[in-house]
C-alpha cells in the first residue's frame, strides 16, 4: 500500500484537531490542578525535596507550552509540491551497505523501479567491505540494471561515513539522495524528495521514516508509532520555521554544490580529539545549517526501514543515537546564533525546553521514591499522568495512521521509562566511543 493510499480524509483530519485541542485543555488541568498541587504539599513537608518538585514541575510547565506551540507549528505544515518527469533535475542515490545481504538488493531494486527519469537518475550503491554476501547482490543488481546502478566497493570496512564520501565524490547528480541498505523507498519519493529543491536556500530534505518490519514483535510496533511521530509530527513541526535539525540517512536528499562545500570537514569532523565514525546524518545536517542553506521535510517522500526486533541491539540502536545527539546538540547551540532570527527563537526555544528534559526528567526519577514513601497514594495519579501525557502525545499519530496501534505509543512511555532510562546517562558518559555496535 503506497502513502497516497492512505491519506485521511479532510474530515478525518479535522476530528483530530479536535481531539487535541481537548487532549490540551483536559492534559493541562489534570497535569497542574490534581497531580502539581499533591506532588507540592507532599514536597512542603519535606524542605529538602521542594527544589526537586518544583524544577520538574517547572519543566512540565514549560514541555506543556512547547506542545501547544508545536501543535499550531504542525497544524501549519504542508508537504512542497512534488517535481515533475518533465521537470525533474539530475538525481544520485547512493546507498552504503555493509553486512546487509539480500536486503540490499531491495534497497536498490525500489530506487530503480522508482517514479523517476532513468535518463536523469544515476543509483552508487557502496559495499563497505562486507564479510557476507552483500558484494554479490550488489552485483546482480549492476547486470540487471546497467548504465543505471554503479557498483563501488571497499576492500575493508572503512566506516559508513567514508562509504557516503565515496558516493559523493562519484556522484554526477544535482540533488544527491542517500538511502539506508536495509531501507526500500515508495515509487513516487524521489519525485517527491525533488520538490522542495526549487528553492535555491534548501541545502537538504529529510524523507519520512517508517518501519518496514512493524510486524515482527512488540519492539517494532512501538518504534513504529515513535517513528511516525518523531516524523510526522516533530519534523514536519521543525520544517515550518526550515530547521529540522536531522535529515536521516534512510531517506535525505542533498543538494550537491552545498554538500561539496562542507565535504572534507565533513569527512574529517572530529570531537573530544576523537575521529567521528557515526551520526554522519545529523553532522551533515548541522554543516549545511552553519553554511546559512535551510532543511525541510517532505511528508510524500516515504521509506520503509529496518528496526531493531531485540532489547539488546535497541539499546545498541539508541546509545549510538544519543552520542551523536550529544555531540550535535553542542555543535547546534553554536550554530543557531547564525540562523535568520524567527528561526532562531524558535530553535532557541526549543533546544531549551527539550534539552532541560534530561536534568528535570532524572531529577523527577530520583523523587519519585521519596515523593511514595511520603504517600504510597501518590503512585496511581502518577503513573496515570504518565498514560495521558502519551496518550495525548500519541493522538497526532491519528493524524496518518487511524489504527488501534497507537495504544503501542502510550506502552512505549512505560517501557522506555522502566528499560531505556539509563541510554542517555551511559551515553554522556561514553561520548567519545567510535564503536558502531551493530555491525
Request: proline residues 4%; positive net charge; hydrophobic residues 45%.
Amino acid at each position: 500500500m503506497t502513502h497516497e493510499s492512505r491519506q485521511p480524509g479532510q474530515l478525518w483530519i479535522y476530528a483530530v484537531y479536535c481531539l487535541i485541542a481537548v487532549g490540551c485543555a483536559v492534559l493541562g488541568y489534570y497535569q497542574f490542578h490534581a497531580v502539581a498541587l499533591r506532588i507540592i504539599a507532599i514536597a512542603d513537608r519535606q524542605h529538602g525535596l521542594r527544589a526537586l518538585a518544583y524544577s520538574g514541575l517547572f519543566w512540565l510547565g514549560l514541555g506543556f507550552l512547547l506542545i501547544v506551540v508545536r501543535t499550531i507549528f504542525w497544524m501549519r505544515y504542508r508537504p512542497a509540491h512534488a517535481a515533475t518527469r518533465e521537470s525533474a533535475p539530475d538525481i544520485t542515490v547512493i546507498i552504503p551497505a555493509y553486512n546487509e545481504g539480500a536486503m540490499v538488493l531491495q534497497s536498490i531494486e525500489s530506487a530503480a523501479k522508482a517514479d523517476y527519469p532513468h535518463d536523469r537518475l544515476q543509483i552508487l550503491v557502496i559495499d563497505d567491505g562486507s564479510k557476507d554476501d552483500t558484494w554479490s547482490y550488489i552485483s546482480q543488481a549492476a547486470q540487471r540494471y546497467p548504465g543505471l546502478v554503479t557498483a563501488l566497493r571497499h576492500e575493508r570496512n572503512r566506516g559508513k561515513r567514508e562509504a557516503l564520501a565515496l558516493g559523493f565524490s562519484r556522484a554526477r547528480g544535482e540533488i544527491l539522495v542517500t538511502i539506508d541498505s536495509d531501507s526500500v523507498i515508495e515509487r513516487g519519493a524521489l519525485l517527491a524528495l525533488a520538490g522542495p529543491f526549487r528553492d535555491p536556500r534548501i541545502g537538504a530534505v529529510a524523507g519520512r521514516v517508517e518501519v518496514y518490519n512493524r510486524s515482527h514483535g512488540i519492539i517494532p510496533r512501538m518504534l513504529h508509532v515513535r517513528y511516525m511521530l518523531s516524523f510526522d509530527m516533530l519534523r514536519a513541526t521543525e520544517s515550518v520555521y526550515r530547521n529540522v535539525y536531522c535529515c536521516p540517512g534512510a531517506l535525505t536528499g542533498l543538494r550537491a554544490a552545498a554538500v561539496r562545500q562542507v565535504l572534507e570537514r565533513w569527512k574529517n569532523q572530529e570531537f573530544l580529539g576523537s575521529r567521528c565514525t557515526f551520526g554522519e546524518d545529523r553532522a551533515m545536517t548541522n554543516y549545511l545549517l552553519d553554511s546559512g542553506y535551510d532543511t525541510v521535510y517532505q511528508r510524500t517522500a516515504v521509506v520503509h526501514t529496518l528496526v531493531p526486533i531485540s532489547y539488546v541491539k535497541l539499546c545498541k540502536m539508541l546509545l549510538r543515537w544519543d552520542r551523536s545527539y550529544v555531540r550535535e546538540e553542542l555543535r547546534f547551540s553554536r550554530i543557531v546564533w547564525k540562523r535568520p532570527w524567527p528561526t532562531r527563537v524558535m530553535a532557541l526555544f526549543d533546544r531549551a525546553v527539550t534539552n532541560f528534559r534530561y536534568p528535570a526528567s532524572y531529577s523527577s526519577f530520583g523523587l519519585l521514591p521519596l515523593l511514595v514513601m511520603q504517600d504510597p497514594t501518590i503512585t496511581v495519579p502518577i503513573m496515570a499522568t504518565m498514560g495521558a501525557m502519551s496518550l495525548f502525545s500519541v493522538l497526532y499519530f491519528l493524524r496518518s495512521e487511524r489504527s488501534m496501534n497507537f495504544l503501542y505509543g502510550v506502552l512505549y512511555t512505560y517501557y522506555s521509562s522502566i528499560a531505556l532510562f539509563w541510554i542517555f546517562p551511559y551515553a554522556v558518559a561514553t561520548v567519545r566511543s567510535r564503536k558502531w555496535m551493530t555491525r
